[in-house]
């Protein structure tokens, strides 16, 4: 809605629309592991997901029938989108309890808080999100990966994120209730041997719409397999105290690790060629899959086995 034009402009924008991200997601999560059974966490976050997934489909849908109401009318399409957070917003205040420390324990000074975060039990978590955030490229990258290799791809390019979309909306639950039977850290190294998987398909000489729609198919089972099973993992390695920081620990350190991962394969794809760089990002990944299973083994949790 605000009239913003050049690079500068929308940058400025799209900083602050992400700045809003990453205030919400830690103390969101928080919300959810407070207020959940420790041994029910994995399907708990992944009810949000596949909730605040069905949000992300139906928005699109909602702007398309905007436009076909109103031609051009991209105004009213901010104003309805306004309407909604604003909605959003009250139900938060007036309908969802503010879970604060529990009286007569006094809030962690700085330092101890610094120290929380720096405990052994975080630290090996870490370091392998850190490590397969490191290869795990950015989905714009891998959609056009798929339309450079196939015509289907490329008609139909606005609705591959929507393909995603919904088979992550439909293996959330699913995946989360997995976690909490057989343990998070096994469902979060398998979600990303689907990643793998995903790309030895997108980068194989292999064509029609089917092997889209497999690729599609795999990186929707990669993110409900990981985005809400990271945080029931990590939720309740630490006391309650600090767990929104940890929570918002892990999450920066996959969002510093993807960005890497983007500039790297970016730069990859521009000197070698799209297959080239998926196979070298599929054969780092690949390694890196056992080392952070080694990381993550043994890590336990309240309730059953991480």
Same mark, same amino acid.
């Given at each position: 809605?605000?009239?913003?034009?050049?690079?500068?402009?929308?940058?400025?924008?799209?900083?602050?629309?992400?700045?809003?991200?990453?205030?919400?997601?830690?103390?969101?999560?928080?919300?959810?592991?407070?207020?959940? &059974?420790?041994?029910?966490?994995?399907?708990?976050?992944?009810?949000?997901?596949?909730?605040?997934?069905?949000?992300?489909?139906?928005?699109?849908?909602?702007?398309?029938?905007?436009?076909?109401?109103?031609?051009?009318?991209?105004?009213?399409?901010?104003?309805?989108?306004?309407?909604?957070?604003?909605?959003?917003?009250?139900?938060?205040?007036?309908?969802?309890? &503010?879970?604060?420390?529990?009286?007569?324990?006094?809030?962690?000074?700085?330092?101890?808080?610094?120290?929380?975060?720096?405990?052994?039990?975080?630290?090996?978590?870490?370091?392998?999100?850190?490590?397969?955030?490191?290869?795990?490229?950015?989905?714009?990258?891998?959609?056009?990966?798929?339309?450079?290799?196939?015509?289907?791809?490329?008609?139909?390019?606005?609705?591959?994120?929507?393909?995603?979309?919904?088979?992550?909306?439909?293996?959330?639950?699913?995946?989360?209730?997995?976690? &909490?039977?057989?343990?998070?850290?096994?469902?979060?190294?398998?979600?990303?041997?689907?990643?793998?998987?995903?790309?030895?398909?997108?980068?194989?000489?292999?064509?029609?719409?089917?092997?889209?729609?497999?690729?599609?198919?795999?990186?929707?089972?990669?993110?409900?397999?990981?985005?809400?099973?990271?945080?029931?993992?990590?939720?309740?390695?630490?006391?309650?105290?600090?767990?929104?920081?940890?929570?918002?620990?892990?999450?920066?350190?996959?969002?510093?690790?993807?960005?890497?991962?983007?500039?790297?394969?970016?730069?990859?794809?521009?000197?070698?060629?799209?297959?080239?760089?998926?196979?070298?990002?599929?054969?780092?990944?690949?390694?890196?899959?056992?080392?952070?299973?080694?990381?993550?083994?043994?890590?336990?949790?309240?309730?059953?086995?991480?």
């Amino acid at each position: 809605m605000l009239p913003v034009h050049g690079m500068a402009g929308i940058s400025a924008v799209i900083t602050v629309d992400r700045l809003g991200k990453g205030l919400r997601t830690a103390p969101r999560d928080k919300l959810i592991a407070d207020s959940s &059974d420790p041994a029910q966490l994995g399907r708990a976050f992944g009810v949000h997901r596949a909730l605040d997934t069905l949000g992300a489909a139906l928005g699109p849908l909602v702007a398309f029938a905007l436009l076909l109401a109103v031609p051009r009318g991209y105004d009213a399409i901010f104003v309805a989108a306004f309407a909604f957070a604003v909605v959003g917003v009250a139900v938060i205040v007036l309908f969802v309890p &503010d879970r604060k420390t529990a009286p007569g324990q006094p809030r962690l000074p700085i330092r101890r808080l610094f120290a929380a975060l720096a405990d052994k039990r975080l630290r090996k978590p870490l370091v392998a999100a850190g490590l397969l955030g490191v290869f795990t490229v950015g989905d714009g990258f891998l959609y056009l990966s798929l339309q450079h290799r196939d015509d289907f791809a490329t008609k139909l390019f606005p609705l591959l994120y929507v393909g995603t979309n919904v088979a992550y909306l439909v293996l959330a639950i699913p995946m989360g209730r997995l976690a &909490d039977r057989i343990g998070r850290a096994k469902v979060l190294i398998g979600g990303h041997v689907a990643l793998l998987t995903g790309y030895l398909v997108a980068a194989a000489p292999l064509g029609g719409p089917q092997w889209t729609v497999v690729v599609l198919l795999l990186l929707g089972t990669f993110y409900a397999a990981t985005d809400g099973v990271l945080p029931a993992l990590i939720s309740h390695l630490l006391p309650a105290e600090v767990r929104g920081s940890a929570i918002a620990a892990a999450q920066t350190v996959v969002v510093v690790a993807r960005l890497l991962s983007s500039l790297g394969f970016g730069v990859l794809w521009a000197s070698t060629s799209r297959a080239s760089a998926l196979l070298t990002v599929a054969i780092l990944l690949t390694c890196a899959i056992p080392v952070a299973a080694g990381l993550l083994r043994g890590i336990r949790t309240v309730g059953r086995a991480a």
